[in-house]
């Protein structure tokens, strides 16, 4: 804030202000702009929750708009070949009627009981597709409407820290400033970008695991309905593929909450926890992980354990995305004192200091990194990266055990 009233007049002057110099004046002016500041950092928080929920609701919006354009797709095809289906039945079972004579009784249920089914299939197959299209166009208002509260609040985003910076910071070099404060726009909107596209993840989990098997379990749940009085056995095997769906979304579900936050780090310890998702990302990415630890590492450490595995999750998924490494080695070591991690690849390395310097830009790796670095350091440790280009990158991380934090 301004220091004294001398200051204060001085770059009110620069800007083209001139006031007569009484500490009645100055101070109620001070107070003013205390206030004002205090006023516009409260909202600043409030319009940032704004921009996060309407990107939120945008981004699943298109998610939302864009699979259930594609099921009406595919129901209005399943449509019209059950209609094609329904019409050829009735005509057969119009052909087993007009000869009933010709035709066993049991080919005249026959007839029947499909031409019944079909009715059935159709009827729920229309019904679907029109609460389909209903749910498209209330999903279509909302996306225009979500789209401009998105732009209202990026304007405001804007326009907050500018005032914010202007009122508290050194008008004499505003030039500086507004960069700065540029750059702390693009690190807001680049933790809420971040934050988002792993929101955007985890709802695309959701929605294309348990989700979709929720749908299809009430699919079946309804023809069960119908069925159920026409034809026991074809209810029966419903049911059986309906019990299978849910065994199917029971899966998924676990899977999803082992990658929000694996349970088995509070059950089990970090160990298991790291042996498990290790397996699993072999399986998925054909690398070699080779993990070591020493005995004492098994005592849980509370806030470290978690530390230490966010950050093996986020090197090897840069691995993954980046490194074009075919072999990974791991280790934990625990002195009493402090947990020992490296983690080294073979692959091609790149310019550290770029990538964190460019973590204002559009570059996940440096955002990553820089996101590694503040979890060790909020727990009072150490953090060094070293990577040369096409001789692999290692990351060592050091915590103390005793670290008040770190209980």
Known sequence: MLNNSNELSNKLEKCGVKMKYTSVSISRLEQIIKNTVKTIDESKQQIYDIYEQAHTELLELKEDLHTINKRITETIQGTEQLEILEKKSRRDLMEVSRNFCYYTEEDIEKAY?????????????????????????????????????????????????????????????????????????????????????????????IHDGPAQSMSNIVLKAEICEKLIDLDMNKTKAELKELKELVRCSLREIRKIIFDLRPMSLDDLGLIPTIQRYLANYKTDTSIDVVFNYNDEIKESRGLVDVALFRIIQEALSNVKKYSKADRVIITINNDGETVTMKIKDNGVGFDVDRALKEIYLDDMRGFGLHSMKQRVELLNGFFNIKSIVDKGTEITVKIPINSRKGV
Do not use: C, P, W
Not at 116 to 139: F, T
């Open 113 to 205: 009981d499909t031409a019944k089914n079909y009715q059935v299939q159709l009827a729920l197959k229309r019904e679907q597709e029109q609460q389909m299209i209903q749910k498209r166009k209330e999903i279509e208002k909302r996306l225009r409407h979500t789209q401009k509260i998105l732009e209202m609040a990026q304007n405001l985003i804007s326009h907050v820290a500018v005032a914010m910076d202007f009122l508290t910071g050194d008008l004499s070099s505003l030039g500086e400033t507004m960069e700065d404060i540029h750059q702390k726009e693009l690190m807001g909107i680049r933790i809420i970008r971040a934050q988002e596209e792993e929101r955007q993840r985890i709802a695309r989990d």
